[in-house]
């Protein structure tokens, strides 16, 4: 008889690095890599303003500010995205907004395949555990800063 693994970070690693290593390769095609996918979410409700965007991307990936400004850069090279404004906001270009609705797709694909199944209730349970332990986790990080 087999049992399930107590969950711990080790498990939730291997489960974001399974799940990422599907969505790299799902938007590889597109010429984007993970930390542009998470910019493109952030953008797809509208312009950001540039600090406001680099501190998103930096608070959730736990990478340093120039990092993030490379991935803004790199979206503005690729006429995904555009700066403009006197305080300088990140909105998506049309093509932007074409390429955030494939990576969407591509999303909701992945998420039917490895969530679909699973019953409401255990999701909604391993979603309250995984939010509480990131907020530790940021509460343990702001308090070392």
Not at 93 to 121: C, E, K, N, S, W
Request: hydrophobic share 45%.
């Amino acid at each position: 008889m087999s049992t399930l693994p107590t969950v711990n970070g080790q498990v939730v690693g291997q489960a974001h690095y399974a799940t990422r290593a599907l969505l790299e390769r799902a938007v590889a095609p597109l010429g984007l890599n993970f930390g542009q996918v998470l910019a493109l979410n952030v953008l797809a409700d509208g312009p950001v303003e540039r600090a406001r965007l680099v501190h998103r991307i930096t608070s959730t990936l736990k990478v340093d500010e120039p990092a993030v400004r490379e991935v803004i850069d790199q979206l503005v090279d690729a006429g995904i995205a555009q700066v403009d404004g006197p305080e300088p906001h990140v909105r998506l270009t049309d093509t932007g907004h074409a390429t955030q609705a494939r990576v969407a797709d591509a999303v909701a694909g992945i998420t039917t395949r490895l969530y679909g199944d699973i019953p409401v209730d255990e999701l909604a349970a391993a979603a309250r555990v995984l939010t509480l332990v990131t907020e530790r986790a940021n509460d343990e990080l702001a308090g070392a800063a």
